[in-house]
């Protein structure tokens, strides 16, 4: 169905209303796009998008694509490829109607059976953890979104990418999954290491680990992203083996959770060998340090 508003603006639908989904289409309609239904199933997703997509009626998903010009798969990414391939078997999909994931795992090989029905298939992926409120609207404009498509088509993702407020940034098919091992890494460990020291605060009780820790992992993490390598600090980049061989006895307690044992050890060892890498420490510090993380040495 077309929109008959705005030259160039498309009929939406939005299938999977999670903090993404939602999002998303809020973006476009702000965009002046026309979100002409979303599918929803949970009580959270349904109340999401009646905060974030008040009047958009709540439709079954073969007639969201029945209507939708742009339809947006926000699924789980272990259910999109399922579900692709089940609305192309029912044969759902049209000639032309544009169709888009956002799942950071994949490009658009996923979106194949849509696309041999004459879909048009676009991978957009924003590079940000989402809340699923309002204030995730004002955050894309700080977001960077990883896109993939054929030649043919990629002006028209990054199209809804920049309407959407954010910054597109090609990946290559095949690249996509370790482009999105990298997010994960980065957003995901970040997350796992700072409950883990909280854990160790709270332990020996500090009342409020995150104001402990607040200052130092802003300005590290800061630091790390305008300086790269030369941000890298603590013990094991100054080489202080001794220091180390503390942490790991202070870390074997029963008390202290087996997750944030192995986390130190693994976190400790990566960054010795990063910091030998890029000539931080020699060869025979290294050797001291992994000795001291019960580590063999080379």
């Given at each position: 169905?077309?929109?008959?508003?705005?030259?160039?603006?498309?009929?939406?639908?939005?299938?999977?209303?999670?903090?993404?989904?939602?999002?998303?289409?809020?973006?476009?309609?702000?965009?002046?796009?026309?979100?002409?239904?979303?599918?929803?199933?949970?009580?959270?997703?349904?109340?999401?998008?009646?905060?974030?997509?008040?009047?958009?009626?709540?439709?079954?998903?073969?007639?969201?694509?029945?209507?939708?010009?742009?339809?947006?798969?926000?699924?789980?990414d272990d259910a999109l490829a399922d579900l692709v391939s089940g609305l192309a078997a029912a044969g759902h999909w049209q000639v032309g109607q544009l169709v888009v994931h956002t799942a950071g795992r994949y490009g658009t090989e996923v979106l194949a059976p849509a696309m041999a029905a004459g879909a048009i298939g676009l991978a957009i992926h924003p590079a940000m953890t989402f809340t699923g409120m309002s204030m995730d609207l004002e955050r894309l404009g700080d977001c960077v979104f990883g896109v993939t498509a054929s030649n043919m088509v990629l002006p028209i993702a990054q199209a809804l990418v920049v309407e959407m407020g954010g910054e597109p940034v090609v990946i290559a098919e095949e690249d996509r999954v370790k482009y999105h091992a990298a997010l994960s890494h980065a957003s995901n460990h970040l997350v796992t290491v700072a409950g883990q020291s909280a854990g160790i605060l709270a332990g020996i009780g500090v009342e409020h680990p995150e104001r402990v820790l607040s200052a130092l992992m802003r300005a590290s993490l800061e630091n790390a992203l305008?300086?790269?390598?030369?941000?890298?600090?603590?013990?094991?980049?100054?080489?202080?083996?001794?220091?180390?061989?503390?942490?790991?006895?202070?870390?074997?307690?029963?008390?202290?959770?087996?997750?944030?044992?192995?986390?130190?050890?693994?976190?400790?060892?990566?960054?010795?060998?990063?910091?030998?890498?890029?000539?931080?420490?020699?060869?025979?510090?290294?050797?001291?340090?992994?000795?001291?993380?019960?580590?063999?040495?080379?």
């Open positions: 169905m077309r929109n008959k508003g705005k030259p160039g603006r498309l009929g939406v639908g939005v299938i999977g209303a999670g903090k993404v989904g939602a999002v998303l289409g809020a973006a476009l309609r702000a965009a002046e796009h026309q979100v002409i239904g979303v599918h929803a199933v949970s009580e959270s997703s349904l109340e999401r998008a009646e905060l974030l997509l008040p009047d958009v009626p709540v439709l079954q998903i073969p007639e969201i694509l029945r209507r939708a010009e742009l339809v947006i798969l926000a699924v789980p305008a300086s790269g390598e030369g941000a890298l600090t603590g013990p094991v980049a100054r080489g202080d083996v001794q220091t180390v061989a503390a942490h790991r006895a202070a870390l074997a307690g029963e008390d202290i959770g087996e997750d944030t044992r192995e986390g130190y050890l693994a976190m400790s060892r990566a960054t010795a060998l990063r910091a030998h890498a890029r000539g931080l420490i020699n060869r025979g510090t290294l050797d001291g340090i992994l000795a001291a993380l019960g580590e063999p040495t080379h």
